[in-house]
């Protein structure tokens, strides 16, 4: 098109006005304007929205900029970035103060750096509630960490070595996971369980309640044979490694391995591996039936009383085998050695032990043909010695009683030859006949190898 003159293009190519305000609308309430050096101002709507300076642009207070994609190195904002989600295509660093950042590996990154924490999570009120201090790899939570209840194959906290390994809740109306905490480390949902429920504690068994526990300990040791339970010090080492560790110092087992019962076991480096005490503030003298005592044996069938005549209680000896039994009417057996002492004469060892403690004895005319003494009872074991072997008077029970057996049948065959004796005076005296009436008042019988004499 022909101008008169120089073009508009020309003009407006040179137009210099000069920080005049360039009205753009019809009411002249938006503008642009450069009033301040090096500086261009937008006006829309009569209000200065946006800014123009070397490398910033910038959106006035009560200005927003809506874009569909902004492409930018950095962003420096003043107040608060708000939008749907917030992308991050990269790595944040070491030096990073704040950063989120992503890798494919990694996913969502938070990195900080603070004087105290090096990330810090916070609620709506401000208050903490997760922080990894700093320099750390550690986590403090400030309240509850709550996750899903999970299971003893899958427990609901876990570790990395081994998923099947951690903590998981229960709740069942019928088993023992009835509010309850459990840990386990395994994970075939068979065994390898410590259960916590109402003030019980259960072992190895999350899905069974002990019905007769309200506040106490359970083990269960399923199909296993060995120490249900093993107590150790490392003060011991006794050397039985045959039998258990050599610090284990007490442990309980089954006595059966398919029915049953329980066995308390014992090691010591010496002698006592086993002690059996009870500590009682009184104590009685009172010999009855119903007498107590600081340690009490209670034998029961079925939680009865054991039938008249019935075994209670035995000890075992050499080879395993029974040698002491006390049963249900107050009696005591023994499995005693078959030692006899036919070759001394009873009845003065007897005595000897009598005269050996000389405690309420009467002394006797006969005493001073005593031929035996205190060492001699030693000897045949019938007392005990003490360590530096010196002779006490600790009884052997068994060995008194067969000395009292024999000194019982002596007398008696004393006796049975003294009554010959006499029989045979009588018959010199008044004849057979005559004896025999004697005998008979008197009711006494001679004994023959082969029958009665009358």
């Given at each position: 098109?022909?101008?008169?003159?120089?073009?508009?293009?020309?003009?407006?190519?040179?137009?210099?006005?000069?920080?005049?305000?360039?009205?753009?609308?019809?009411?002249?309430?938006?503008?642009?304007?450069?009033d301040t050096d090096d500086q261009i101002d937008i006006e829309i709507a009569g209000a200065d929205d946006f800014?123009?300076?070397?490398?910033?642009?910038?959106?006035?207070?009560?200005?927003?900029?809506?874009?569909?994609?902004?492409?930018?190195?950095?962003?420096?904002?003043?107040?608060?970035?708000?939008?749907?989600?917030?992308?991050?295509?990269?790595?944040?660093?070491?030096?990073?103060n704040a950063a989120i950042g992503y890798t494919s590996a990694e996913g969502l990154i938070l990195t900080g750096q603070g004087s105290t924490n090096d990330v810090t999570i916070k609620n709506d009120?401000?208050?903490?509630?997760?922080?990894?201090?700093?320099?750390?790899?550690?986590?403090?939570?400030?309240?509850?960490?709550?996750?899903?209840?999970?299971?003893?194959?899958?427990?609901?906290?876990?570790?990395?070595?081994?998923?099947?390994?951690?903590?998981?809740?229960?709740?069942?109306?019928?088993?023992?996971?009835?509010?309850?905490?459990?840990?386990?480390?395994?994970?075939?949902?068979?065994?390898?369980?410590?259960?916590?429920?109402?003030?019980?504690?259960?072992?190895?068994?999350?899905?069974?309640?002990?019905?007769?526990?309200?506040?106490?300990?359970?083990?269960?040791?399923?199909?296993?044979?060995?120490?249900?339970?093993?107590?150790?010090?490392?003060?011991?080492?006794?050397?039985?490694?045959?039998?258990?560790?050599?610090?284990?110092?007490?442990?309980?087992?089954?006595?059966?391995?398919?029915?049953?019962?329980?066995?308390?076991?014992?090691?010591?480096?010496?002698?006592?591996?086993?002690?059996?005490?009870?500590?009682?503030?009184?104590?009685?003298?009172?010999?009855?039936?119903?007498?107590?005592?600081?340690?009490?044996?209670?034998?029961?069938?079925?939680?009865?009383?054991?039938?008249?005549?019935?075994?209670?209680?035995?000890?075992?000896?050499?080879?395993?085998?029974?040698?002491?039994?006390?049963?249900?009417?107050?009696?005591?057996?023994?499995?005693?050695?078959?030692?006899?002492?036919?070759?001394?004469?009873?009845?003065?060892?007897?005595?000897?032990?009598?005269?050996?403690?000389?405690?309420?004895?009467?002394?006797?005319?006969?005493?001073?043909?005593?031929?035996?003494?205190?060492?001699?009872?030693?000897?045949?074991?019938?007392?005990?010695?003490?360590?530096?072997?010196?002779?006490?008077?600790?009884?052997?029970?068994?060995?008194?009683?067969?000395?009292?057996?024999?000194?019982?049948?002596?007398?008696?065959?004393?006796?049975?030859?003294?009554?010959?004796?006499?029989?045979?005076?009588?018959?010199?005296?008044?004849?057979?006949?005559?004896?025999?009436?004697?005998?008979?008042?008197?009711?006494?019988?001679?004994?023959?190898?082969?029958?009665?004499?009358?």
């Open positions: 098109m022909p101008y008169i003159g120089t073009s508009p293009a020309s003009e407006l190519a040179n137009l210099d006005i000069n920080g005049q305000k360039f009205i753009l609308d019809a009411d002249a309430d938006t503008s642009i304007t450069s800014q123009f300076t070397a490398n910033t642009f910038t959106a006035q207070s009560g200005s927003t900029i809506a874009a569909q994609a902004l492409t930018a190195t950095t962003g420096v904002f003043s107040s608060d970035v708000t939008g749907l989600t917030l992308n991050a295509t990269g790595d944040t660093a070491a030096s990073d009120a401000d208050a903490d509630v997760l922080e990894i201090p700093t320099g750390t790899t550690n986590v403090t939570i400030a309240g509850q960490l709550i996750s899903s209840d999970g299971s003893e194959a899958a427990p609901g906290i876990c570790f990395s070595r081994d998923n099947g390994a951690g903590f998981f809740s229960a709740e069942s109306a019928s088993g023992a996971g009835s509010n309850s905490v459990n840990i386990t480390n395994d994970n075939d949902a068979t065994f390898g369980v410590f259960c916590f429920d109402n003030g019980r504690f259960i072992l190895n068994d999350a899905t069974t309640v002990n019905a007769n526990s309200a506040g106490g300990i359970t083990v269960q040791q399923a199909g296993y044979d060995n120490e249900i339970l093993a107590l150790k010090s490392s003060d011991v080492a006794h050397g039985q490694t045959a039998r258990t560790e050599t610090d284990t110092f007490g442990a309980f087992r089954k006595y059966s391995a398919t029915q049953g019962g329980a066995l308390l076991l014992g090691w010591n480096e010496s002698i006592t591996s086993v002690c059996l005490r009870g500590e009682s503030v009184a104590e009685t003298d009172a010999r009855s039936t119903s007498a107590e005592a600081p340690v009490r044996i209670d034998a029961r069938i079925g939680g009865n009383f054991v039938s008249a005549d019935n075994n209670i209680m035995n000890i075992e000896g050499a080879s395993g085998h029974t040698k002491f039994i006390f049963d249900s009417d107050g009696d005591f057996h023994a499995d005693s050695s078959s030692t006899t002492f036919d070759s001394y004469d009873d009845a003065q060892l007897a005595r000897t032990f009598d005269l050996s403690h000389n405690r309420g004895i009467i002394a006797s005319k006969f005493d001073k043909f005593i031929s035996y003494n205190h060492e001699k009872l030693a000897n045949l074991e019938i007392v005990g010695r003490e360590e530096d072997g010196s002779p006490n008077h600790f009884i052997n029970v068994t060995g008194m009683q067969r000395l009292h057996n024999g000194a019982i049948w002596q007398q008696y065959e004393k006796h049975e030859n003294l009554l010959n004796a006499v029989y045979e005076l009588a018959v010199e005296a008044v004849g057979e006949d005559k004896a025999k009436d004697i005998l008979d008042k008197n009711d006494v019988k001679l004994l023959s190898s082969t029958n009665l004499l009358n």
